[in-house]
């Protein structure tokens, strides 16, 4: 699937609203969103078209790699991303190929990055929602959080916070889970995949 070089990339962060989720494992993507968010050099305004906060900016270095974007994080509930995520891609419309969301991943180990295109959801509910609404041709960068220890429900593992042994490295692995998102926009997939699939 080729993508438009003139039409914007809509990138998504995946999370949870409001403070009590700010710091959960299912956030992560609300995270990398932020730093990109930072890199921009802009602050996250509430959309007037869909349920989301917003920001539009540039990436990539001047000249034909430059890249208009939407940087965007619903602010629906997880389970309820499909609704927000249409009516931004209809409003600056972006083709489906043009759109990233970075979200947790259960069955990576933690802080691994994987990026593709297209897919299931592997009962990512966000993802879930997202396919339900457009299909599932657009991009993913999955942020590894490994599986839950012991006997823990899924659902109480990806809604704690990051341990305190993970805080110490997470940092880094958001800082390269943008770097990715950066370089998918750019760079395109494979080559974005031969940098950070590993």
């Not at 990339?9 to 299912?26: C, D, E, K």
């Not at 900016?57 to 619903?74: D, E, H, Q, T």
């Not at 958001?174 to 990715?180: E, I, L, T, W």
């Amino acid at each position: 699937m080729t993508t438009d070089a003139n039409a914007p990339w809509l990138i998504v962060g995946l999370g949870n609203p409001g403070p009590g989720f700010a710091a959960n494992r299912h956030n992560v993507g609300f995270m990398v969103a932020d730093l990109l968010a930072e890199r921009i050099g802009g602050s996250f305004k509430r959309a007037q078209k869909a349920q989301a906060q917003v920001i539009e900016g540039r990436i990539g270095p001047p000249g034909p790699a430059n890249r208009r974007v939407v940087l965007a994080k619903p602010a629906s509930y997880m389970n309820l991303s499909g609704g927000p995520v249409t009516g931004l891609r209809d409003f600056y419309k972006v083709p489906t190929a043009n759109i990233v969301a970075i979200h947790d991943e259960l069955d990576i180990d933690y802080g691994v990055l994987r990026l593709k295109l297209g897919g299931g959801d592997n009962g990512h509910n966000g993802l879930k929602s997202m396919t339900k609404a457009m299909g599932p041709d657009y991009h993913r960068v999955r942020f590894g959080i490994g599986r839950p220890p012991g006997r823990m429900q899924v659902a109480n593992f990806v809604l704690k916070d990051f341990s305190s042994a993970e805080r110490k490295e997470l940092g880094y692995f958001v800082d390269r889970a943008a770097d990715a998102v950066e370089a998918l926009v750019i760079e395109g997939l494979e080559r974005a995949q031969s940098t950070y699939n590993s």
